[in-house]
């Protein structure tokens, strides 16, 4: 079992940065790819980016590569999801992921977190 909890959503100005954070807790987190999902209002779940364990390989989603960098800190079993240059499309409820491996269909993953809002405004 795996639980997951995100910190550090809110409203930022478009431009600007945010970074959530994703507390995992549970025996299995150090055998765990980890990603971050979002869901747009009125959209379906859509992939952000992934990471491997222990932190080797990540991927992105086109619409946020360049501006978002997904980490880890296996120490503190926690992942990031650092976001510049924030654009009013990329406001949506953002969700932490965790599966046995990198997965980047939101029908795929075992774990997910409760979500944070993310809004970003013009």
């Known amino acids: 079992q795996v639980q997951l909890v995100e910190f550090g959503g809110g409203t930022v100005q478009a431009g600007g940065s945010l970074r959530l954070s994703c507390a995992a807790s549970?025996?299995?987190?150090?055998?765990?790819?980890m990603g971050w999902f979002r869901q747009p209002p009125g959209e379906e779940r859509q992939f952000v980016a992934t990471?491997?364990?222990?932190?080797?390989?990540?991927y992105y989603s086109d619409p946020v590569k360049g501006r978002f960098t997904i980490s880890r800190d296996n120490a503190k079993n926690t992942v990031y999801l650092q976001m510049n240059s924030l654009k009013p499309e990329d406001t949506a409820v953002y969700y932490c992921?965790?599966?046995?491996?990198?997965?980047?269909?939101?029908?795929?993953?075992?774990?997910w977190g409760q979500g944070t809002q993310v809004t970003v405004s013009s």
């Open positions: 992921a965790a599966n046995p491996f990198l997965v980047t269909s939101s029908a795929s993953v075992e774990y």
């Open positions: 549970g025996r299995s987190f150090s055998r765990y790819a």
């Open positions: 990471i491997s364990w222990p932190g080797g390989n990540t």
